[in-house]
């Protein structure tokens, strides 16, 4: 199972923008706390929190807006012989993929064009990146990833959590946590996040319609409306979106990555 959950601020709570001159939009009327339910455990639920919502407490547009742009890519099935790539963590990479871009002037010692966007070893990574959830708004964040993985009858979803405690920002979880939960229940996840969110700041545009604005506080309130019937789509439109990668590219990164790591563990080697 796994469930996006999120409360938000009464209207009278929420915090307008701006000093002199508050104001509101869509963005800062989502003002709340989330938290992600998965395999049985809270993600994202703090520890040390005297706060009576123990969870990360932002704008729950962000993680809305980030659901959104990650899910195309984490819909896009990881080929088997990239599976490996993509279960694996940085720090077992055999070289840094920063390494590849030189400063100027520098030296280039892999006779190709380190700098280029496309240089398999950077697509490589940042295709890899492309899997996190952004959280880094967030004091010492988790490493939150998503990837698919379909073989046979099985179609599922991996959900991947890397969190350091450092004394002073901790999480309930497990420091690593790895599940999977079939592919249909994630895309559930996704449109009940988004169905319960677009329900929510609906009723939300309706109160602030019927009080006409809050006290103070400089609200378009037809701006807010044309906006509010826009976001609506943003989710089948971000669904229509193909990452369209470029397997090889990823493939020769993966090897120039952790291939020589395996070698040299390899005692046969």
């Not at 590849?100 to 070893?121: K, L, S, W, Y």
């Not at 700041?201 to 509010?228: A, K, N, S, T, Y």
């Not at 990668?245 to 790591?261: E, F, I, K």
Request: charged letters at 30%.
């Amino acid at each position: 199972m796994i469930r996006f959950r999120f409360e938000l601020y009464p209207l009278d709570e929420v915090s307008p923008w701006g000093g002199d001159r508050p104001t509101l939009h869509w963005f800062g009327l989502t003002d709340g706390w989330y938290w992600l339910e998965a395999g049985g455990q809270e993600l994202l639920r703090r520890t040390r929190q005297v706060h009576p919502h123990p969870f990360v407490d932002y704008y729950l547009a962000r993680l809305w807006e980030d659901v959104n742009v990650l899910t195309p890519t984490v819909l896009e099935p990881v080929p088997d012989d990239v599976q490996s790539f993509i279960a694996s963590h940085p720090a077992q990479w055999a070289c840094d993929p920063l390494e590849f871009v030189t400063e100027p002037n520098g030296e280039r010692t892999d006779g190709e064009d380190a700098d280029a966007p496309d240089h398999p070893v950077l697509t490589a990574a940042i295709w890899y990146g492309e899997h996190n959830l952004d959280v880094g708004y967030l004091r010492n964040p988790p490493r939150l990833r998503f990837w698919r993985t379909t073989r046979g009858d099985r179609d599922e979803i991996t959900i991947d959590w890397h969190h350091q405690d450092d004394g002073e920002i901790g999480f309930t979880a497990d420091p690593a946590v790895r599940l999977s939960v079939p592919t249909s229940t994630y895309v559930a996840a996704v449109h009940a996040l988004h169905h319960d969110l677009m329900n929510v700041m609906g009723q939300r545009i309706e109160e602030l319609e019927r009080r006409g604005g809050l006290p103070g506080v400089d609200l378009d309130l037809v701006q807010l409306r044309r906006e509010h019937d826009d976001r609506r789509h943003w989710l089948a439109r971000n669904l229509g979106r193909s990452p369209a990668t470029d397997w090889d590219a990823v493939r020769r990164d993966a090897r120039q990555l952790v291939g020589d790591a395996r070698r040299a563990d390899d005692p046969a080697s």
